[in-house]
């Protein structure tokens, strides 16, 4: 049950990720504001780091395990 939510807080992250690159890209070619594109992509960063925090859980868990059988 636990892992289904780690993953499924892994996707919230990745869509969000997503969605703040998107807003950047649109501020930055579509309205002419780069200057802007920072207060987007910097959190999009962080979503991204958390993202693959939460989605490698369980692969990192194994290699733990498998490092503590030897």
């Known amino acids: 049950m636990e892992s289904k939510k780690t993953i499924f807080k892994g996707y919230i992250f ?5 969605i703040l690159i998107a ?3 649109v501020l930055k ?3 002419g504001m780069p200057d802007l594109m920072v207060f987007f992509h910097l959190p ?3 979503c991204l780091v958390l ?19 030897r």
């Open 14 to 18: 990745l869509t969000l990720w997503a």
């Open 23 to 25: 807003i950047g890209i």
């Open 44 to 46: 999009a960063a962080v």
């Open 29 to 31: 070619r579509v309205y």
């Open 51 to 69: 993202a693959w925090c939460f989605l490698s859980k369980n692969i990192r868990e194994r290699y733990q395990s498998e490092l503590l059988k």
